[in-house]
Nanobody, 123 residues
Framework: QAQLVESGGGTVQAGGSQRLSCTAT????????MGWFRQAPGKERERVSW????????LYADSVKGRFTISRDNAKDTMYLQMNSLKPEDTAMYYC????????????????WGQGTQVTVSS
């Protein structure tokens, strides 16, 4: 059974850094494009970043561009999100997702989702 498990969340001060991980089991990890999404309280879930199967192509939401870096290690079946210069508005539950392709903006293109890891940025 395919499963995605996020880790690395917690509380950090504004301006700080945090690295999230997403480990996949039960699926052929390098067959999937991967994405990070987040959902803040009272808001809709939004896309954060996307990475191709090989890791050579990445995409970012404008709100995190230049501060966040997505990467993956296919040998470890793991994807990462390095978050720097964190802001209080980055506070959210962060989810990873695996899909076969299509527009990275559409949640319907992702087949598997993790349960999420909470990131709280204090001011």
């Amino acid at each position: 059974q395919a499963q995605l498990v996020e880790s690395g969340g917690g509380t950090v001060q504004a301006g700080g850094s945090q690295r999230l991980s997403c480990t996949a089991t039960g699926l052929s990890f390098d067959d999937y494009v991967m994405g990070w999404f987040r959902q803040a309280p009272g808001k809709e879930r939004e896309r954060v970043s996307w990475i191709s199967r090989s890791g050579q192509t990445t995409l970012y939401a404008d709100s995190v561009k230049g501060r966040f870096t997505i990467s993956r290690d296919n040998a470890k079946d793991t994807m990462y999100l390095q978050m720097n210069s964190l802001k209080p508005e980055d506070t959210a539950m962060y989810y990873c997702a695996a899909g076969y392709g299509g527009s990275w903006k559409s949640e319907s293109n992702y087949k598997y989702w993790g349960q999420g890891t909470q990131v709280t940025v204090s001011s």
